[in-house]
């Protein structure tokens, strides 16, 4: 099974859902920003992948700067709370598979989650090679 946390108005979040799809999955899409989070499920998540709630913290587009969150001696707690209050705080697309789970940005690192690939060309919106027409990624 494959899950992805996904902002439908974030190009790179749509990028992954289109890669994963287009390697012929059916994942199982979660809309964060409508369902919120857990302080259980970001702990986990942050855990399997590896980050940090400072490495995942959206500081573009989000309301980091405003909430005083981008100051480094702001601790992991203070930043998993605001994270729980406010949902684009945190980085997308976080990807789960059987191979792992991982912040998928830039969209072409869900590939490395994935047992099998689309087959190429595959693009970006923004017409961004990803892979070329033998299925061999490009960037």
Request: charged share 20%.
């Amino acid at each position: 099974m494959i899950v992805i946390h996904h902002n439908p108005d974030c190009g790179t979040s749509r990028n992954v859902l289109s890669l994963i799809r287009a390697a012929g999955y059916s994942p199982e899409t979660i809309p964060y920003l409508d369902t919120g989070w857990t302080r259980p499920q970001l702990l986990g998540l942050f855990a399997a992948a590896n980050l940090t709630p400072r490495a995942a913290l959206r500081t573009t587009k989000s309301p980091a700067e405003q909430l005083g969150l981008l100051d480094p001696s702001v601790g992991g707690d203070v930043l998993l709370d605001a994270m729980l209050e406010h949902p684009v705080l945190v980085n997308r697309p976080i990807v789960c598979t059987p191979k792992g789970v991982r912040l998928c940005r830039p969209s072409e690192f869900v590939l490395d989650l994935l047992d099998r690939w689309p087959e190429g060309p595959v693009f970006k919106e923004d017409g961004q090679m990803i892979l070329d027409g033998s299925g061999h990624r490009v960037i």
